[in-house]
Nanobody
């Protein structure tokens, strides 16, 4: 059974950096796309970034491009989201997701059959 466990959230100030992690288990993830979504209070869950497990090809939402960097460590079955120049509007619960696919943009456009983590809170104060 696939399990995704996020960690690393917290409270930071605007312009600070933070890295959240997602440890995946339960199967091999070759042929999967891994990614992050976020959900702020009263808003829908939105796509943040995705990466292909095999080749590390990335895709980002426009709102985070140039500030966030997604990477993976296949040996540790872990995906990292490095968040720099954080803004108060980045405040949200951040969720890790995984689904079968070879194109990172797939996760942004089709969440069907995705596995989800429980989320980690990121709060950015002004």
């Amino acid at each position: 059974q696939v399990q995704l466990v996020e960690s690393g959230g917290g409270l930071v100030q605007a312009a600070d950096s933070l890295r959240v992690s997602c440890v995946a288990s339960g199967r091999t993830f070759s042929g999967y796309v891994m990614g992050w979504f976020r959900q702020a209070p009263g808003k829908e869950r939105e796509f943040v970034a995705a990466i292909t497990w095999n080749y590390g090809i990335t895709y980002y939402a426009e709102s985070v491009k140039g500030r966030f960097t997604l990477s993976r460590d296949n040996a540790k079955n872990t995906v990292y989201l490095q968040m720099n120049s954080l803004k108060p509007e980045d405040t949200a619960v951040y969720y890790c997701a995984a689904k079968i696919g070879r194109v990172p943009r797939l996760l942004a456009t089709d969440r069907g059959n995705a596995y989800w983590g429980q989320g980690t809170q990121v709060t950015v104060s002004s």
